[in-house]
């Protein structure tokens, strides 16, 4: 089995995805954002309460190869600006994905003014992960079961 090690304060923060999940809700993706470890707290709270400000809650309309994503990042917890999630069944992985590398460079672009410049000369960073739930229907193959032969299948039947 494998172990994904979690800080406490994680685990509370997707609580409210689990919540979602457990009563029928759909969340397609998880997206956290990752404050640069060498800013200070205080900083690192403006930064996600920045993003927070600019993607809790918003349809955020993107061109990508020239289709337009629609793309609603909903908090994980209010408390915690630091998991989204979303529900986007209309569109594959790939798109959400190119749907985030283009709000990351939305999201510097609005934001570098806002604490001196510091992204754009290095002194500050962010990130955004995105990851998928795995919670969908897995098909077994032929490979992957034993089939008796015809002879006694149909004994079995009879």
Known sequence: ??????????????????QIVRGGGKVTHILKVKVS?????????RIQTTIYNHIANVAIKIIVNDKPITVTWRPAEAAYPTYYHCNSVCFNDVGV?????????????????????????????????????????????????????RAKRDEAKS
């Open 97 to 149: 994905h190119q749907h985030t590398k283009v709000l990351l460079r939305q999201l510097v672009d609005r934001l570098d003014a806002d604490f001196d410049y510091g992204f754009s000369n290095g002194t500050l960073g962010f990130a955004l992960l995105v990851s998928k739930l795995l919670g969908r229907k897995v098909n077994l193959m032929y490979n992957d079961i034993r089939l008796l032969p």
């Open 37 to 45: 470890r060498h800013v200070s707290a205080e900083i690192a709270d």
């Open 1 to 18: 089995m494998t172990h994904i090690n979690m800080e406490r304060d994680e685990i509370f923060a997707l609580h409210g995805v689990r």
